[in-house]
């Protein structure tokens, strides 16, 4: 074990940090005397290179918003296809929830026993008419010639798409009459292309427009934005096209699962939605914030109350303990793996707190026993720690192997529980083993 | 205190509380939620307090658009309905109709989940308990494996998922009970509970566990019976204490936490007083009573 003086300075290292995370930007803030204090985080971040905005990850039952699982009924894809079809079902979706412009939103992908289903979460939209607007119809593909400025009275129609420039006019070739598109490379330049097949019905409308619009760009068009529109070099017949246009791989990967959108249309049927109106998440997450504080304040008085000094010490450790997981929390905001929060996560935040005093009670009533046993003051903390920490270890273990458990078979609201558990109790056995042993032995020893 | 020789009492205690519990969830079943069973939830909230002629219009509405109801709860201001699955187009059509009935009338909250969702949410709960007992069984014979004889580090994994099984069964049993006669849901929150209280009735049983493991190593010479008793009693006090601590946090979230999670935290404080009885005065007289047993043949 390190020098207690080392370890006090990693744990106010620590604290500081912790406050640092923790603390919400304000501005303008007057305290007594000190007038107009500022705070952010955001500069400091940037300066380090971290650009997003550093917030705690609110699910939707303290936000607010819609959660839908759907269903894609995949009896007409081949199975081969199957996959292809349920990404471009979700790309599908996440253009459209972009275009609306939800904040955060997150749409996934998942099988489950054969079911192929995409789970879509957006915070703050509870208007059901909107929801389904934005998942409930499969994807439109529609093709485009460019047939000169003289039919401008095209662009008033509500139905011309969004980001097409005058001139163009809708054909007969929709996503039906698409086979399939893939990615393929060019054989002389080694480059990616997207290679389109047409249905034999496709092939034959297909061919007729090329031959038509040959110099002009033929535009594809996904809902009401258009994706692509390459120029049509020759007339193509044989029911098999390339685009190519300088794209990386990922680009022709990219427009190929937004043409498949169009190719291998899913319907989706909803499995299960809940929609949660904003003053009820609200309120919702007042109340648990009110009832971890108080939480909080009666462990403390609990403890001051049966261990006396030991007692505030605990307590010291348990604040720093909830203030490390909270930064924890908010800190993950900016990575990939972000907690996020939800009445089920606060309880087991609450009850992680509760676990976090376990291991303090259990090194006290070892150390009373040994002093009883007439040990000296140092010798009883040293021999505390030691014979507490295989009761620790194997109960925290047992936790963990349970949260664990719940990671792998819980819905949303059990796996958000097991997360914030999992990370309790990690952070627990470091505050009582690490930061409560540090203040004793710098206070006895 | 002699807990080892009155430990039949005490067996005896567990079962006088466990019985009525199992007999409902034979006789009455469990009240599940729309979890596990599929179909709409929805809470609406009419900007005043809810009235029977308010309930009576919902009902009336309902019934218009051939929207089976289950069940019909009210608090103050909300209206909790529970349906057979409905869909999106069903229900906005519901929340314009009602609109017009009420002026401040707002829909709060709209789940349905698919019957078979439903039943994966049972199988994936059922699976959970069995293997997170599994697990620690495992883990439990494995981390014991040095425990002097005649005690065996099996027999502690197996009397840890004995209690553990035994606080399953108080919370499944309390709840079938209050399923009944106060129509509280079975619902994935109470899941939640059990499976956190599994986790914390072991962290209990282990910590006396752990103590009777010591004693074993230093008081080779005395019965097993007396070493698992004085272990009983030496932990008592951190048993007791830390049992209240949480138990005092829960009554705290309890009292304020708001009405979503108001039984979620029910389950959890039986399940934690269950916990900390079936770890003093099932998991260790277990032991003991194993162990008389295999002495007697």
Redesign the interface.
Known sequence: MRSPRFLLWVIIALTVISVFINLPAFKDFNFGPIKNLNFNQSPVLQKIGITKPLDFRKGL?LAGGTSI?L?ADMSSIPSAQRDDALNSAKIVIEKRVNLFGVAEPIIQTSK??G?YRIIVELPGVTD??E??KLI?TTAQLTFWEEVGTQSGKLATSSAYPINLPVGYKKTNLSGSDLKQSSVGFNQNTGKPQVLLTFTSNGQQKFAEITQRVVGKRLAIVLDSLAITSPNVNEPILGGNAEISGGFTVDEAKTLTTELNAGALPVPLN????????P??GA??LD??L???V??FI??VV??VA?YGELGVIASVALLLYALIVLAIFKASSLTPFSVTLT??GI??F??S???A??AN??IF?RMK?EQREGKSKKTSIELGFS?AW??IR??????I???L??I????G??RG??VV?ILGVLVSMFSAIVVTRTLLRLKYG | MNIIGKKNIYFLISFLIIIPGILAVIFYGLNLSIDFTGGSRITMSFGQPVNDKAVNLVKSEMSAQKIKISTIERSNNLLFVRTQPIDQSQNSKLVNSLKKDFANFKEEEFETIGPSVGAETTRNAVQGVILASFLIVLYITYSFRKVPKPASSFRFGVCAVVALVHDVFVVVGIFAILGHFFGVEIDSLFVTAVLTVIGFSVHDTIVVFDRIRENLKRNPSHAFGQVVNDSILQTLDRSLNTSLTVVLVLLAVLLFGGETIRWFIVALLVGIVSGTYSSVFNASPLLVLWQELRGKK
Do not use: P, W
């Not at chain 1, 909803?270 to 109106?277: A, K, R, Y």
């Not at chain 1, 792998?408 to 819905?411: A, C, E, H, I, L």
């Open positions: 039952d699982t269903k489950v026993s079911d059901l008419n929801v389904r409930g909803t499995l299960q939605s809940h929609v949660i109106g003053t009820l309120s919702s109340k648990s009110f009832a971890g108080l939480g009666t462990i609990f403890m049966l009445l089920s309880a087991g609450i009850l707190i509760g676990m005093v376990d009670i259990l009533e026993e014979r295989t009761s194997d109960s925290n273990v047992s936790t192997i349970t949260c458990v719940l792998k078979f819980g819905t609201i059990v529980f097991a558990l």
